[in-house]
């Protein structure tokens, strides 16, 4: 699904000393089953822009349409259903919940959109099994390495059969050989038919063959894409 940007800002404390301008007028289209990176230093307002296409917050002015619909109005109930149903996360610690189990951390995005345990148990040992984790699903997450810790919050993400996956900075803790890995599991999810927005300042993201666009932001505004 087309998502589409509108002169979006996005300011803080506004009206007040410390006022901060993070997105300035911010206007571009987002193409399905594409893998579109977000490049830029930080604070450049990636992870603010990343936020708000995913329904995380609200724009202070401009528009967001979710293919016809417009999202930027919305009543929070409705942006929370959106959010369930049509993206994925992937947080740049992975935020996995230390103490539980491998499964339970990829099943507990459903809880609130599947009845029983079991349907969620049986979609996630399908996830695990897909990458390679399925020894792995009864180890608490603290255990993991941090290739698997990746690969479980990739699961997590698509417990819910999103139509996009967002992932903000997903390589910052990785070294080379695992961000190459990562980058050639995000072409497998465009192959599987699921768009990927990425947030990246790293060039083995943002250079990668595999990603079909790259928009570069810096303070806060567009310079290219």
Same mark, same amino acid.
Not at 61 to 66: K, P, T
Not at 96 to 124: F, H, K, Q, T, W
Not at 189 to 207: M, Q
């Given at each position: 699904?087309?998502?589409?940007?509108?002169?979006?800002?996005?300011?803080?404390?506004?009206?007040?000393?410390?006022?901060?301008?993070?997105?300035?007028?911010?206007?571009?289209?987002?193409?399905?089953?594409?893998?579109?990176?977000?490049?830029?230093?930080?604070? &450049? $307002?990636? +992870?603010? #822009?990343?936020?708000? %296409?995913?329904?995380?917050?609200?724009?202070?002015?401009? @528009?967001?349409? /979710?293919?016809?619909?417009?999202?930027?109005?919305?009543?929070?109930?409705?942006?929370?259903?959106?959010?369930?149903?049509?993206?994925?996360?992937?947080?740049?610690?992975?935020?996995?919940? &230390? $103490?539980? +189990?491998? #499964?339970?951390?990829? %099943?507990?995005?459903?809880?609130?959109?599947?009845?029983? @345990?079991?349907? /969620?148990?049986?979609?996630?040992?399908?996830?695990?099994?897909?990458?390679?984790?399925?020894?792995?699903?009864?180890?608490?997450?603290?255990?993991?390495?941090?290739?698997?810790?990746?690969?479980?919050?990739?699961?997590?993400?698509?417990?819910?059969?999103?139509?996009?996956?967002?992932?903000?900075?997903?390589?910052?803790? /990785?070294?080379?050989?695992?961000?190459?890995?990562?980058?050639?599991?995000?072409?497998?999810?465009?192959?599987?038919?699921?768009?990927?927005?990425?947030?990246?300042?790293?060039?083995?993201?943002?250079?990668?063959?595999?990603?079909?666009?790259?928009?570069?932001?810096?303070?806060?505004?567009?310079?290219?894409?």
């Amino acid at each position: 699904m087309r998502i589409s940007l509108d002169n979006v800002r996005k300011v803080y404390n506004q009206d007040r000393p410390n006022e901060f301008c993070a997105i300035r007028g911010v206007t571009l289209t987002i193409e399905p089953n594409r893998i579109t990176c977000l490049k830029g230093a930080s604070g &450049s $307002g990636k +992870s603010t #822009l990343l936020s708000m %296409i995913g329904c995380l917050s609200r724009p202070t002015s401009g @528009r967001i349409h /979710l293919g016809e619909q417009m999202l930027s109005g919305l009543p929070e109930r409705f942006l929370t259903d959106i959010r369930r149903h049509t993206f994925g996360f992937i947080f740049q610690q992975f935020n996995l919940i &230390s $103490g539980l +189990s491998v #499964l339970d951390n990829v %099943i507990l995005p459903a809880y609130p959109l599947a009845p029983e @345990r079991g349907e /969620l148990v049986a979609r996630a040992s399908a996830l695990l099994e897909q990458y390679g984790l399925t020894e792995r699903a009864h180890s608490p997450v603290q255990w993991l390495s941090g290739g698997e810790a990746q690969r479980v919050a990739i699961c997590r993400a698509l417990i819910n059969g999103p139509q996009m996956l967002i992932a903000d900075e997903p390589t910052a803790n /990785l070294d080379t050989r695992l961000s190459k890995v990562f980058m050639d599991e995000v072409a497998e999810l465009r192959r599987a038919g699921k768009s990927v927005l990425i947030t990246s300042h790293d060039p083995v993201v943002f250079d990668s063959p595999v990603v079909d666009r790259v928009i570069e932001l810096r303070d806060g505004q567009v310079l290219e894409g």
